[in-house]
């Protein structure tokens, strides 16, 4: 059972435009949302994170919403950048419960030039 | 700062042969860590992860097996490969209960 679904493996994108890379999630006791990027053969970079208390939080270019009525998040990337062609992950936790974080099978997005 | 290490990078190992991939933690005292594997085109599967020194939690049953002999050092270990072990190995680590996880560089293994 795949309790945290990226459902696009992939997404092509116009450098400048906006990545809207999304994720959904079964279990409604998760409460802390985290975005990764990773490029081939190295380890996920943390990009952001959010707390179910929260709905939206920006750092720089990277923007993450959470819709907990949908179970649903999304992580905006304004401007993209060719730079930021990589494969996304979302993770999910309950934290009160548990050590661990389910991960999605990720995104792999392409900025094109 | 706290920083990660995973060696070898690369692995290249026959079928039936044993395995040792070490992690390390710097900068840090008694952090969660974890064990993943990503297969060739699939998102990060938990094998392990582990609270504190001896103490193992194992995730999915399988041909590995994880021991954490000092505070901050994993180590993912088999007796015998299969070819289904081959795949990237990602360790990381976390401060507490449901905080950030961070990932070392990981290790490509590949079994033939």
């Known amino acids: 059972d795949q309790q945290v679904k990226q459902n696009s493996p992939s997404l092509s994108v116009q450098e400048g435009r906006i990545s809207i890379l999304n994720c959904d999630y079964t279990?409604?006791?998760?409460?802390?949302f985290l975005w990764y990027k990773k490029y081939p053969a190295e380890g996920p970079t943390f990009l952001i994170s959010?707390?179910?208390?929260?709905d939206k939080n920006e750092d720089g270019r990277f923007t993450v919403f959470l819709n907990k009525s949908a179970k649903h998040l999304s992580l905006h990337i304004v401007p993209s950048q060719p730079g930021d062609s990589a494969v996304y992950f979302c993770?999910?936790?309950?934290?009160?419960?548990?050590?661990?974080?389910?991960f999605g099978t990720g995104t792999r997005l392409k900025v094109l030039a | 700062s706290q920083t990660i290490h995973q060696w070898p990078a690369t692995l290249v190992q026959p079928v039936g042969s044993p395995l040792s991939l070490e992690c390390t933690v710097e900068?840090?005292?008694?952090?969660?860590l974890y064990w993943y594997r990503q297969a060739a085109g699939r998102g990060l599967q938990l094998l392990f992860y582990?609270?504190?020194?001896?103490?193992i939690s194992s995730e999915v049953p399988q041909n590995l097996s994880a021991s954490r002999p000092q505070d901050r050092q994993f180590i993912l270990s088999s007796k015998k490969l299969l070819l289904s072990d081959s795949g990237f190995y990602l360790c990381?680590?976390?401060?507490?209960?449901?905080?950030?996880?961070?990932f070392g560089p990981g290790t490509r293994l590949l079994v033939l």
């Open positions: 990381a680590w976390s401060a507490d209960r449901g905080a950030t996880q961070y």
């Open positions: 279990n409604s006791m998760f409460d802390y």
């Open positions: 959010i707390s179910s208390i929260k």
């Open positions: 993770a999910a936790s309950e934290t009160s419960g548990t050590y661990k974080y389910i």
């Open positions: 900068g840090t005292s008694n952090p969660n």
């Open positions: 582990s609270v504190g020194i001896g103490q």
